[in-house]
Structure formats: structure tokens, C-alpha cells
């Protein structure tokens, strides 16, 4: 195991710590954030992740859930 410094700066770690090592620049990492968010289709897994759904949402709640968090102001900047 190799330890890597990452800097914290504007919320990034996500992006500056694993990003690079996947060879992955901030589109390619928020291409595969939002491609695998938008394949789950179960509230309960979105709340296990922290989004904010009801355990019985339908279809179009989860969607919704999805694009408020996609078109969230962090996840824009790339903070996580």
C-alpha cells in the first residue's frame, strides 16, 4: 500500500485522490459518478449513499433524487 497525499482543497479529495490514479480527469470521473448514480433504481440504496429519498419512492422520486444531487452546486465544482 503506498500512501498519497491529497489535498483537501475546495472539497476535492475525491477527484485529486482517485481521479489520477484511475488515469481519469474530472469529466471522465463525473461521466462515471453520474452514469453509475443514474443505474440505481432502489430508494434505499440512493439513502445508503446519503441522498435524501423516502425508502418507498417510485420511479420518478428517485429520478428527481438523482437530478437534484447531479445538478447540485458541489457536484458541478466537483466537491465531494
Known amino acids: ?22 488515469g481519469m480527469d474530472d469529466a471522465e470521473m463525473r461521466t462515471v ?16 449513499y446519503g441522498l435524501s429519498v423516502v425508502p418507498d419512492a417510485g420511479a420518478a422520486e ?3 433524487t438523482e437530478k437534484k444531487y447531479v445538478d447540485s452546486p458541489n457536484t458541478s465544482a466537483g466537491a465531494w
Open 62 to 64: 428517485i429520478a428527481a
Open 33 to 48: 459518478i453520474c452514469d453509475t448514480l443514474h443505474s440505481i433504481d432502489d430508494a434505499l440504496t440512493l439513502a445508503r
Open 1 to 22: 500500500m503506498q500512501r498519497v497525499p491529497v489535498s483537501g482543497l475546495y472539497n476535492r479529495c475525491l477527484y485529486n485522490a482517485v481521479g489520477p490514479r484511475l
